[in-house]
């Protein structure tokens, strides 16, 4: 339940963001009193959350590997240089996201430029980028959106990489909601079935 919490609040956060970049009614203040930039922090607030849940959902995928696989460190990121399942290289999303996530949290450069629906970076530090070199960028919200996907994607990968080496008559537990809200129902299902599932999706 852990990740599927983390899982489920990347999806909260990215239609936070989607709707953030919505255009807005009115400004709150009147223009010769206050420059009204509520359009563009809405948008940063939104994205910094969304951001922060790939980012969670990251660490307790690592987390749980390490159930799996003993002798890896703490961390999605260390675990990446030594995992190949979560390589950079195999991902090519997660070094951009990690260089937007560093520059939104501790740096503050971005800035929404909404009529282009993009992000405006300035990047200055010359250390520990991943993905990009210090200078100025614009990166579509459309790719931003994309993390949401990679990430899945990496989940149901690696689900499949670890499923597939345990014996597949072990039975796990089910949470089956047929439907919004009550009643969910529980029940169990067998490994084999569930790398037969993963296949088929």
């Known amino acids: 339940m852990a990740l599927e919490n983390k899982l489920f609040g990347v999806r909260y956060h990215h239609a936070e963001m989607l709707r953030a970049l919505a255009p807005l009614d009115r400004s709150l203040y009147p223009v ?8 563009e922090q809405a948008v940063i607030c939104s994205l910094e959350a ?8 990251l660490e307790v995928v690592s987390l749980i590997n390490r159930h799996f696989n003993s002798g890896l460190p703490m961390g999605f990121r260390r675990q990446a240089a030594k995992h ?7 991902w090519p999303w997660l070094p951009m996201f990690y260089d937007m996530r560093t520059e939104l949290t501790h740096y503050n450069t971005p800035m929404p430029l909404l009529q282009e629906r993009k992000l405006f970076m300035d990047i200055t530090k010359l250390s520990k980028l991943e993905h990009f070199k210090p200078g100025k960028y614009e990166i579509p919200f459309d790719t931003i959106s994309g993390f949401t996907y ?10 499949m990489e670890e499923i597939s080496h345990l014996d ?28 037969s599932w993963l296949k088929t999706e």
Do not use: H, M
């Not at 969304?50 to 959902?57: D, F, I, K, R």
């Not at 990496?154 to 689900?159: G, S």
């Not at 089910?174 to 067998?190: A, V």
């Open 150 to 159: 990679g990430l899945y994607e990496l989940c149901d990968a690696w689900a």
């Open 50 to 57: 969304y951001l922060n849940a790939v980012y969670t959902s």
């Open 32 to 39: 010769s009193r206050v420059q009204e930039y509520r359009g």
């Open 84 to 90: 190949a399942c979560f390589s950079f290289e195999k």
């Open 168 to 195: 597949g008559n072990i039975e796990v537990s089910l949470l089956n909601e047929e439907k919004l809200g009550p009643p969910i129902i529980g029940t169990t299902i067998k490994i084999s079935d569930v790398l």
